[in-house]
């Protein structure tokens, strides 16, 4: 019996060997086949700035003409960020009702950056795969590293419409990154000669200590008018804190008492300034800097605000002395619905201004040649006024609007022009 079985189990095994036996050719005559089919490879892209490269040069040669956006809609940065940022899209819109550029449509791919940088960082790598040829980013500095590195290694051009520090303007971010506006210093200086040319001597300033931006317009501020022959009765830094122990004693002392009380503050301390200020019954008028001037500052948080102006970029209201302005916070409602709530919305029409006229300077829309055209460029117009960047990556001159409140509006005042230092 077990000899029996043995000879049955060798019969199975010799039956199945005939099997693979006969299969043997098909398998091979198929790779075979596979072998000799003419089908072209694709090369093999190794490295995310491989693909970023092919992103740009395919873009060079599309009917469309791509550029990105990330900036804050909804967070820490949303208050400066959304306004120029809006008004860019709107500019954007209007160049392409009057034909594009160089014959071409230019598509603007939104982002949201939210104020962090995981999303920034992601939103720019999308941003370059889609072949941008541009990228404007928000106005502070740090939450914008992550796109300006991505777009570095791309040869991607980067502009802020509002990014006042001083890396920019020294090329120091990098030799394809520039923003629209100059260190805040500049406009403090700006604000001391105008207060002066209207017959004011004395003086209290109050700087918000939280920002490096509001510390800087007032001290500039400070030492012009000190340089111009000027008093200060106070010179005080002040925050949420420390606000309400700082203009208490300088009520007391009735050293609120001058001609004019300068204020640079970003909004929840320039508020709570204003109202510590009018709380104590001071109807002292009170001029602030550039850098309250947000889509989250009302007149009307601020009860009994009487006399107030404050600097900005341009007027919402109509009424700017430049048509063009007008007609950029047109631009900016037809895509939002709603009117500018800021003056600095301007900052997003003079960029795609300044961008159209250096893509027709460099006959291509190319990042590395439109950037050699700004720096060619010498005093140019923008919708704001005239700018100029002076052998810089920053706007190191613009002209500036003095608004004064009226009704519960910021309305047009004066133009504010830099006087030569």
């Not at 991607?156 to 990154?177: K, M, T, Y």
């Not at 939280?210 to 317009?217: G, M, R, S, Y």
């Not at 510590?276 to 947000?294: E, F, N, Q, Y």
Request: glycine content about 8%; hydrophobic content about 40%.
């Amino acid at each position: 019996m077990p000899r029996l079985f043995r000879f049955l189990i060798a019969g199975l095994l010799f039956l199945a060997l005939a099997a693979c036996s006969d299969s043997s050719p098909e398998t091979t005559e198929a790779v075979e086949d596979i072998e000799e089919t003419d089908v072209p490879i694709e090369p093999t892209v190794t490295s995310q700035v491989e693909k970023e490269a092919i992103a740009v040069e395919q873009a060079e040669t599309s009917d469309v003409i791509r550029v990105g956006i990330i900036v804050d809609e909804e967070n820490i940065m949303s208050s400066y960020d959304r306004q120029p940022g809006v008004a860019f899209i709107g500019t954007i819109e209007e160049i392409n009702r009057q034909g594009g550029l160089l014959g071409r449509r230019v598509e603007v791919l939104r982002e949201n950056s939210q104020s962090r940088l995981s999303v920034i960082d992601n939103a720019a790598k999308r941003l370059i795969e889609n072949g941008v040829q541009l990228i404007v980013v928000t106005c502070e500095l740090d939450y914008a590293a992550p796109a300006i590195r991505r777009a570095k290694e791309a040869e991607v051009l980067i502009i802020s419409p509002c990014a006042s520090e001083e890396n920019w303007g020294l090329g120091d971010v990098d030799s394809l990154a520039f923003s629209m506006v100059t260190r805040p210093k500049v406009y403090g200086a700006q604000m001391a000669d105008y207060l002066w040319g209207q017959g004011d001597r004395t003086t209290a300033i109050f700087w918000d200590d939280t920002v490096p931006e509001t510390i800087q317009e007032c001290i500039a501020f400070r030492d012009r008018w000190r340089s111009l022959g000027g008093r200060s009765t106070v010179e005080s830094a002040v925050n949420m804190v420390t606000a309400p122990s700082v203009i208490g004693p300088a009520d007391r002392n009735k050293s609120l008492d001058v001609d004019v009380i300068a204020v640079c503050a970003t909004n929840r301390v320039g508020v709570l300034t204003l109202q510590l200020i009018r709380g104590a019954g001071w109807l002292t008028p009170i001029v602030a800097g550039p850098s309250l001037d947000s889509a989250s500052f009302f007149p009307s948080d601020i009860p009994g605000i009487g006399d107030f102006r404050m600097v900005s970029f341009a007027s919402t209201n109509g009424d700017d002395p430049s048509l063009s302005v007008n007609q950029a916070a047109d631009y900016f409602q037809m895509i939002d619905g709603i009117p500018p709530a800021s003056g600095r919305f301007i900052l997003g029409s003079d960029l795609a201004e300044l961008w159209k006229q250096a893509v027709i300077a460099a006959e291509t829309s190319d990042g590395r040649f439109v950037a050699d055209a700004i720096k060619s460029f010498g005093p140019i117009d923008v919708p704001s006024g005239t700018i100029s960047f002076e052998s810089t990556q920053a706007v190191a001159k613009r002209v500036l609007r003095m608004l004064r409140h009226t009704s519960g509006y910021m309305v047009f005042e004066s133009i504010i022009e830099e006087v030569p230092q």
